[in-house]
Each structure stands twice: as structure tokens, then as C-alpha cells.
């Protein structure tokens, strides 16, 4: 027992708040570091079921299991490019634009807006100061390809950061998640417990749907867009599969890809005028997006991330203004972390009990849920550690 006097409300406070201003500051100074960080938890958090089900199912322990799976990881990020690369040129090379036509309808459309405007509009000069406009654009090349040098330069040691990073926070995750918990009142644990599974089921939820979601989608469109006679189907599959990440933005970008595509290499057995058929395959896309938007995501991901419309935009609107690139793909599952911290602090402050609400997933072809309370204990938690993670 020490003697020295306990610290008063009014110290902890002023410890409290001089901490949070630090934290504040490190994070704004580091803010560099910090997407990569983010994207180096992503890695390890993704990865750590493996290795937890390696290390459960075999004799190895989690110093073995690690490099396993992470080699392994590599491994298959290094062959996905490899494989798709030549797939994605041959569909990129039966993309058969007719230049010189479109070049004669832009001649004609402009020599009908020239003789529709008179002398009120002078084309001409229109298009000299745009031919201008593009030569100033397109001239510094050297400085764009020497820009372009220094952006790969510096992506290859952000990567070699990112791997490096997610090695070690796969590594130590348990044992950083058990001193985390240490740090938490003996009162408090299993309502940390609860919280923490219900931001895990978030996340897990989340990456999983979003996983199977892009596979699923992307299948459809390829194969649809096959069937409808489009040469670059596969292409599209890809397209439609990487923008389901987006949120509610994905399918607009995707669709107009498809219309594109559609009007400029039309069908090979629908004979329709090209403007007809990328209408049809719009309306395609219109049909698949009310698919997905009404049926796929609520039975695939579930009620955690049901969030409205407008409030996913506003946070992508955001995200990307914040984080880029990362923040528009985290935006959805960050504001249904906030969501769900803030009902917890609400509950707090009123006294509202249970303090955790807890939103059930249905499984595929079910109805979502709405949350439902998560009943409270009082029996102290059984340490969650295996003999393997010990002997790690």
C-alpha cells in the first residue's frame, strides 16, 4: 500500500484531458503513418481466424501458424494479378471503338450546333482553344512520368511497411487484446466482453459480406452480360465486383461502365440499334441494383450495417475526403462502430439497461432482425487462452 494521497477529481480530470490532447496531437503529426497502419490492422484482423483455427486444429503453435498463413497470404496476393493480367488485356483488346466514326458524328453534330447558332457562336475558335487547352495538359510528360516514378518509389515502402506491420500485429494480436482487457475494470469486464464481440460481429459481418457480396454480384453480372452478347463480359464481372465495395455508389459507376460498353460494342445475337440495347442492359443494371440493395444485403451482411441511405452517403462524402480511398471503403462499418459505441454511451448516461444492444444477423434467405437486448451477468469471465497461445 503506498502513502501517498490518492489524486482528486479535479487532477484526474486535468490528467485525462492533457492525454487526450496528446493523443490529439501525436495522431495529427503521425497522421501519415496512419492509413497504412490502418491498412496493416485490416491484414492482421482478417488473417487472425486463420491462424487461430491453424493453431486450434494442429500441434503447431502461433509462432509456426503465423508464417504459414502469412506466406501463404503473400502468395496468393502475388498470383491474383498474375493470373487476372492476361485475362484483363485479351477483354481490354475486344474493346473496338470506331474513332473515325465518332469523330464524323462529333464533326456533324458540331457543324449542326454552328449552322443552328449563326454567328452568335463562334466553333471554330472553340475548337482552337481547346485543341490549346489539351497541348498545355498533355506537354509535361517527362515531369509526369519522373511524378509517376517517385508515387511507385514510395508505394513499394509503404507496402513493405504495411506486410511488415501486419506480420507483427498478427503475431502478438492476442496477447495485445488480453493487455488491452487487463486494462479495464474487474467490474466492468463483461460488459467489455460484450461490447468488444458486438464491434467484432460488426467488422466480421462487414469484410465477410462484403467478400461474398463481390463474388456473388460480380458472377451475375459477367455471366448476364455474357449471355446478352457483350465480348467483355468477364471485364464487367470484374468491374461490377470491386465497386460492390462501394456502398450505394458502386452500382451507378458500374452501371454506366456497362451501358458503355454495351452501346459501343453492342450485341453479338440482339439485334438492336446501339442506343437500344445499352438501354436494355441499363435497365439490367437498374433490375440488379433493387436486387441487391432489397434482397442480397440485407441476407448477406444483416441488420448491423443497416444504415440510411443518406447517412452512408454523407459518411462515404466524408470518408473520402478524410481518409481517401480507405476512408470511402470504411466508411459504412466506422459510422456502424459509432453507432453502436454511442448507443452504449447513451444507455450509460440514462441508466438504461441493458447497456449493450445487440444486433442479430439472420442467416441467408431469413429476415433481418431488429437488436435485441443482450441479457447482463454477473459471473466473472473464463480467460479465453489456449495451450498454444500460451506456449507462444
Given at each position: 500500500m503506498t502513502s501517498a494521497p490518492r489524486w482528486t477529481p479535479e487532477t484526474k480530470r486535468f490528467v485525462f484531458v492533457v492525454c487526450a490532447i496528446l493523443l490529439a496531437l501525436a495522431v495529427w503529426y503521425f497522421s501519415v503513418i496512419l492509413a497504412p497502419l490502418v491498412v496493416a490492422v485490416i491484414i492482421a484482423y482478417l488473417l487472425t481466424p486463420a491462424v487461430n483455427w491453424l493453431s486450434r486444429q494442429t500441434p503447431l503453435s502461433r509462432g509456426v501458424a503465423v508464417p504459414i498463413v502469412y506466406i501463404s497470404f503473400l502468395i496468393i496476393l502475388a498470383l491474383i494479378p498474375s493470373l487476372l493480367a492476361p485475362l484483363v488485356v485479351q477483354q481490354i483488346r475486344q474493346i473496338d471503338l470506331d474513332l473515325?466514326?465518332?469523330?464524323?458524328?462529333?464533326?456533324?453534330?458540331?457543324?449542326?450546333?454552328?449552322?443552328?447558332?449563326?454567328?452568335?457562336?463562334?466553333?471554330?475558335?472553340?475548337?482552337?482553344?481547346?485543341?490549346?487547352?489539351?497541348?498545355?495538359?498533355?506537354?509535361?510528360?517527362?515531369?509526369?512520368?519522373?511524378?509517376?516514378?517517385?508515387?511507385?518509389?514510395?508505394?513499394?515502402?509503404?507496402?513493405?511497411?504495411?506486410?511488415?506491420?501486419?506480420?507483427?500485429?498478427?503475431?502478438?494480436?492476442?496477447?495485445?487484446?488480453?493487455?488491452?482487457?487487463?486494462?479495464v475494470p474487474q467490474d466492468y469486464h463483461h460488459e467489455f466482453n460484450q461490447l468488444r464481440a458486438?464491434?467484432?460481429?460488426?467488422?466480421?459481418?462487414?469484410?465477410?459480406?462484403?467478400?461474398?457480396?463481390?463474388?456473388?454480384?460480380?458472377?451475375?453480372?459477367?455471366?448476364?452480360?455474357?449471355?446478352?452478347?457483350?465480348?467483355?463480359?468477364?471485364?464487367?464481372?470484374?468491374?461490377?465486383a470491386l465497386l460492390e465495395l462501394i456502398p450505394n455508389w458502386g452500382y451507378g459507376v458500374s452501371g454506366a461502365?456497362?451501358?458503355?460498353?454495351?452501346?459501343?460494342?453492342?450485341?453479338?445475337?440482339?439485334?438492336?440499334?446501339?442506343?437500344?440495347?445499352?438501354?436494355?442492359?441499363?435497365?439490367?443494371?437498374?433490375?440488379?441494383?433493387?436486387?441487391?440493395?432489397?434482397y442480397l444485403i440485407p441476407r448477406i451482411i444483416g441488420n448491423r450495417l443497416q444504415l440510411p441511405p443518406a447517412v452512408i452517403i454523407v459518411g462515404i462524402i466524408a470518408g473520402a475526403s478524410v481518409g481517401g480511398a480507405l476512408g470511402l471503403l470504411l466508411a459504412a462499418p466506422t459510422i456502424a462502430t459509432v453507432r453502436l459505441l454511442g448507443s452504449y454511451i447513451y444507455r450509460r448516461l440514462l441508466d438504461l439497461e441493458p447497456y449493450v444492444l445487440v444486433y442479430e444477423s439472420p442467416a441467408i434467405g431469413g429476415e433481418p432482425s431488429e437488436p435485441v437486448p443482450h441479457p447482463q451477468h454477473t459471473e466473472p469471465d473464463e480467460p479465453e487462452s489456449s495451450a498454444h497461445e500460451q506456449s507462444a
Open positions: 473515325q466514326n465518332l469523330s464524323d458524328q462529333f464533326n456533324t453534330v458540331l457543324n449542326s450546333f454552328n449552322h443552328a447558332a449563326g454567328d452568335f457562336v463562334d466553333t471554330e475558335s472553340l475548337a482552337q482553344q481547346a485543341e490549346g487547352s489539351l497541348n498545355q495538359i498533355f506537354s509535361p510528360v517527362a515531369e509526369l512520368a519522373a511524378t509517376l516514378a517517385v508515387g511507385i518509389a514510395g508505394g513499394v515502402i509503404w507496402a513493405i511497411f504495411i506486410f511488415v506491420v501486419g506480420y507483427y500485429l498478427l503475431l502478438d494480436g492476442n496477447r495485445f487484446g488480453r493487455w488491452v482487457g487487463s486494462w458486438a464491434l467484432d460481429a460488426v467488422w466480421k459481418s462487414y469484410f465477410l459480406g462484403q467478400v461474398i457480396l463481390a463474388v456473388l454480384v460480380g458472377t451475375i453480372i459477367g455471366a448476364a452480360t455474357a449471355i446478352l452478347g457483350i465480348r467483355s463480359a468477364i471485364l464487367l464481372g470484374l468491374v461490377a461502365v456497362g451501358v458503355v460498353f454495351a452501346y459501343f460494342q453492342g450485341s453479338t445475337w440482339i439485334p438492336l440499334p446501339p442506343w437500344a440495347f445499352a438501354l436494355l442492359v441499363g435497365g439490367f443494371y437498374f433490375l440488379m441494383w433493387q436486387i441487391d440493395t432489397n
